[in-house]
């Protein structure tokens, strides 16, 4: 048993080592289970016999040997890993490889919009075993193929990595992306978040609780490359169970282009600074924005048709400095967004919100109620000004909606967040964004969720 189990892990190890060469699996191969497909369970079946794990046989063990020797053994196990995850010898997806994401998304292959479920577990172990290496979130950024485009006729789902250039099998459907906003105000300081590592375990379990996959990180630009090493250490946590970390910042002044300089292009530069500086698994995977310019009053943004131009300028240049530094960026807006449109150089009258997601890849709709169909009203119907509802305007862009609920207490009233539900009942925001999920289906791969914020989801938890 010692010996068969140090065999697989050494035929293992090698395939992460040596250069990879494609391995495909024709019809009826690596089907070891007799069920009519090839999939992660046939390479559990296989690795469960190899251990020689009691009451484990296998309907067809012809169909594991991929290394036509007439018998399995670790080198079949690292074969049929190879094969589940490379698309089959002159698959159409061949055109992909090589191509850059840009190519990709002008010829109609692949989504503008990232892959909007999380990268973890046999589908992380996948990539990962293809890649020879582990995930950086600071460059591996994955996007669906639409294989209807591509010229592919089965159910089979597969995924680009803009970094790699290559293709991977989507072998398992994982949680869909969560997120929430983690202001390190006076309570992550009292509570001692940054700084204690018992906290901080204690802290991200509780995310995990809320199904959280991505945390916004509030900390300035220039702290961000000061304090390298307190940051490097919650990332490095967070990474450990799938969770990618981006910057958190934004000032409600941040609109004119005299303010670029500070808003745009030293935050970006300062994640690079910080992710070229640490390790890999410690690194940032982008940057938030939280730039409530319609609250600032001295820009009167509801009746100032300039101030909204404003606003689609500052996003288009984010977004364009965020690309050239191969980051990802996402734009907290407020849920009546679609409501107002602008005037573009030309007099051309434009809808706010659909001109936002043509430019950027994901926005974050505040859609603040305490209800799962009082959410759903706010983007699934169409609002007064607007041609489309907020997710028709992000389906048809090409554009991730990330649906934000408020979990935090506020003097807005208790109609605005799940607060007072949630400490009724710990969890309750959880099966509230799973009613949200079903009715919401047909968008499952343009929306998320996120959840503001992540200390009152902590101090929710304590009391579990």
Request: charged content about 25%.
């Amino acid at each position: 048993m010692k010996k068969t189990l140090a065999m697989i892990f050494a035929f293992l190890l090698a395939a992460y080592s040596m250069p990879y060469s494609p391995v495909s699996a024709t019809e009826g191969k690596g089907d070891v289970n007799a069920d009519g497909k090839f999939s992660t369970a046939d390479i559990v079946s296989l690795q469960k016999w190899l251990l020689a794990e009691s009451n484990t046989k296998l309907a067809d063990w012809q169909a594991g040997d991929f290394s036509a020797d007439e018998k399995l053994d670790a080198q079949d196990l690292c074969l049929m890993r190879q094969a589940l995850v490379s698309p089959a010898e002159n698959s159409p997806l061949e055109k992909l490889v090589g191509m850059t994401y840009a190519d990709a998304v002008q010829n109609g292959y692949i989504s503008k919009s990232e892959y909007n479920y999380q990268i973890a577990g046999e589908l992380k172990s996948a990539i990962e075993e293809k890649m020879g290496r582990p995930l950086d979130y600071s460059v591996d950024r994955f996007y669906l193929v639409h294989s209807d485009a591509i010229g592919l006729s089965d159910t089979t789902q597969y995924l680009y990595n803009a970094a790699t250039k290559d293709v991977y099998v989507v072998n398992t459907e994982t949680n869909m992306n969560r997120a929430t906003w983690y202001w390190k105000g006076s309570k992550a300081a009292l509570y001692g978040i940054d700084n204690n590592t018992t906290v901080q375990n204690q802290f991200l379990d509780a995310m995990e609780f809320y199904g959280i996959t991505e945390i916004y990180y509030s900390i300035g630009a220039n702290k961000l490359v000061n304090n390298a090493d307190m940051v490097a250490t919650f990332v490095k946590n967070a990474y450990a169970r799938n969770m990618k970390v981006y910057l958190l910042t934004g000032e409600k002044t941040w609109l004119y282009e005299d303010t670029y300089q500070t808003a745009i292009y030293r935050v970006f530069d300062r994640v690079e600074e910080y992710n070229q500086s640490v390790d890999a698994d410690a690194r940032i995977a982008g940057v938030s924005y939280d730039v409530e310019v319609w609250t600032n009053s001295e820009f009167n943004w509801k009746n100032n048709d300039s101030a909204r131009y404003q606003q689609i300028k500052f996003i288009e240049t984010a977004q364009k400095y965020a690309d050239s530094k191969n980051l990802s960026v996402s734009y907290c807006l407020p849920f009546w967004i679609p409501r107002y449109t602008y005037t573009d150089d030309d007099g051309t009258v434009k809808n706010v919100y659909d001109t936002i997601t043509k430019i950027s890849n994901n926005t974050i709709l505040m859609a603040y109620r305490d209800s799962a169909s009082a959410v759903e009203k706010l983007v699934a119907q169409v609002q007064t000004g607007a041609e489309k509802s907020a997710l028709d305007y992000a389906e048809s862009n090409d554009c991730n909606l990330e649906i934000a609920l408020q979990a935090a207490e506020t003097s807005e009233g208790d109609h605005v967040t799940f607060y007072e539900e949630e400490k009724e009942h710990v969890g309750y925001i959880n099966s509230a964004i799973a009613e949200m999920q079903s009715d919401l289906a047909e968008y499952r791969y343009r929306t998320t969720f996120a959840i503001h914020q992540a200390i009152p989801l902590y101090e929710h938890y304590l009391t579990k």
